[in-house]
T-cell receptor, first 113, second 108 residues
Framework: DVKVTQSSRYLVKRTGEKVFLECVQDMDHENMFWYRQDPGLGLRLIYFSYDVKMKEKGDIPEGYSVSREKKERFSLILESASTNQTSMYLC????????????FGPGTRLTVT | AQRVTQPEKLLSVFKGAPVELKCNYSYSGSPELFWYVQYSRQRLQLLLRHISRESIKGFTADLNKGETSFHLKKPFAQEEDSAMYYC??????????WGLGTSLAVNP
């Protein structure tokens, strides 16, 4: 059974803080993704990684960076959190080739005050 | 432009009634299409994909290339079907394109 875990379910940070969101998957998946989910806006891809140390920008990468030092771990970094980054953040993983099912983590609800 | 459109933000039906969640896509190639579902307080998960032509939890979806649609259907809705449903398209660059989602409410 695929497991994708995220470091926090809820997080509250102050404007300007550096924020780290961690995602770990245990199925040896090559691909990992970070999305944000907002009401009325659906899922928007922030970044994805198709291999260790490899990353590609998604649709809304501004204000975010990522790190993938190990295959199982994909981190999302908010360099200087802002209130408009208050959102639900979802991590996902999948096998390579892109046609495979994406497995999602439970999400981290981030509030920036 | 590559796009997935789910025209209904909210769909409300009564238990036992048929339900159809609409999905239209815009894509020049041969599409791979998916339906994902998110139940309350659960993680997003794959419901079905068009290439497998399977029925999951009583739901089916048929790809209609002429109408560029991939509507999700169930003949008799159940209360446990209440959830957010997302249609998604996989283009050649292998990054899913998501619809905005439809919230289905099945009333008793």
């Amino acid at each position: 059974d695929v497991k994708v875990t995220q470091s926090s379910r809820y997080l509250v940070k102050r404007t300007g803080e550096k924020v780290f969101l961690e995602c770990v998957q245990d199925m040896d998946h090559e691909n990992m993704f970070w999305y944000r989910q907002d009401p009325g806006l659906g899922l928007r891809l922030i970044y994805f990684s198709y291999d260790v140390k490899m990353k590609e920008k998604g649709d809304i990468p501004e204000g975010y960076s990522v790190s993938r030092e190990k295959k199982e771990r994909f981190s999302l970094i908010l360099e200087s959190a802002s209130t408009n980054q208050t959102s639900m953040y979802l991590c996902a993983s999948s096998l390579s080739g892109g046609g495979y099912e994406q497995y999602f983590g439970p999400g981290t609800r981030l509030t920036v005050t | 432009a590559q796009r997935v459109t789910q025209p209904e933000k909210l769909l409300s039906v009564f238990k036992g009634a048929p339900v159809e969640l609409k999905c239209n896509y815009s894509y020049s190639g041969s599409p791979e299409l998916f339906w994902y579902v998110q139940y309350s307080r659960q993680r997003l998960q794959l419901l079905l994909r068009h290439i497998s032509r399977e029925s999951i939890k009583g739901f089916t979806a048929d790809l209609n290339k002429g109408e560029t649609s991939f509507h999700l259907k169930k003949p008799f809705a159940q209360e446990e079907d209440s959830a957010m449903y997302y249609c998604a398209l996989l283009p050649h660059n292998r990054k899913l394109i998501w619809g905005l989602g439809t919230s289905l409410a099945v009333n008793p």
